[in-house]
């Protein structure tokens, strides 16, 4: 029996894709060998003798530790089963960034690894705070891979409670602070969100020991914490409805996002946008005018 009409015009060309990607993996690959030079790579010059730019592909597959045909037949985009360990070789004599990397990777068909900040920590740090202060006067703050706060703006200070005195961690912060405690009033609701999307957080670095030290010190702080990770949630952040009970303007609705940034994996920006006709923006707007300012500098311990 033939196909319909709209079963041929839907049906995923599966084989198409996957010629484009064998052809774009090809077309990749001869353009980063092309701009390595033998000097890059430590090969010899070859006494003088003249010779297209770049490397061979026979020297790609030396300086990689792979077969010349092998080599050959992944350029050439052949059906062959290529690993992590040999694309990251490749990589390496290619001498590709992090963003090149995992494009190979893609382009061979392999799960690309979690991108790596190829800068230094101060990288768009001024910027990114630029970035939170223009978003006043709604709350906004700036998050480590491990949901330390790198800095706040002072919309967070006076609405979400944040202040230099309490430990500087948004995990920690959720479940032991009692001034965000007080004023989160779906906190029973958002938790065992918070609590799987941190673990998702960690499934992106496996290894790292540094989450393991804050679920450890946190489980023995707070055995609500304790209860909620040991039902091994995970959950991708994205957006959640934040609703607030604020000591000097009353209820507050915030949808709070997530963004992350390219160039910085290790960060995360979380802005707090009010949500439509709840009455929040001209609360905060209020609250960070100066007659709002005086009356809340008795209200952060509240």
């Given at each position: ?92 004599v ?30 768009l ?20 891979a ?79 914490f304790?209860e ?21 303007i ?53």
């Amino acid at each position: 029996m033939s196909a319909s009409p709209t079963e041929v015009s839907t049906a995923p060309d599966t084989r198409g894709a996957k010629s484009r990607r064998r052809q774009e993996l090809r077309e990749f690959l001869m353009s980063r060998r092309a701009r390595v030079s033998p000097a890059d790579a430590g090969l010899p010059d070859g006494g003088g003798r003249r010779r297209t730019p770049g490397l061979r592909r026979e020297e790609v597959a030396v300086l990689a530790g792979v077969g010349a045909s092998w080599y050959q037949w992944l350029e050439q985009g052949r059906d062959i089963t290529v690993s992590p360990q040999v694309v990251d070789a490749v990589a390496r004599v290619l001498r590709l960034t992090d963003a090149e990397r995992r494009h190979l990777y893609v382009l061979a068909g392999l799960n690309p690894p979690l991108p790596r900040t190829e800068h230094d920590g101060e990288y768009l740090r001024e910027g990114l705070h630029r970035l939170i202060d223009a978003w006043m006067p709604n709350p906004a703050e700036i998050l480590d891979a491990y949901w330390n706060i790198v800095a706040y703006n002072e919309s967070a200070a006076l609405v979400l409670g944040f202040r230099p005195d309490t430990t500087q961690n948004c995990l920690v912060t959720f479940f032991t602070d009692p001034v965000y405690r007080a004023r989160l009033a779906n906190w029973e609701e958002n938790a065992r969100c918070v609590v799987a999307q941190f673990r998702a957080a960690w499934s992106e670095r496996p290894d790292d020991e540094g989450f393991q030290e804050i679920v450890t010190d946190l489980s023995g702080r707070s055995p609500e914490f304790a209860e909620l990770w040991a039902r091994a949630d995970v959950c991708r952040g994205g957006q959640m409805v934040k609703e607030m009970e604020h000591p000097l303007i009353g209820a507050l609705r915030f949808e709070s996002t997530q963004l992350r940034v390219p160039a910085r994996p290790d960060l995360t920006i979380i802005m707090h946008n009010p949500v439509a006709d709840s009455g929040t923006a001209s609360k905060v707007e209020w609250l960070n005018s100066p007659e709002g300012r005086r009356g809340g500098m008795t209200s952060l311990a509240g």
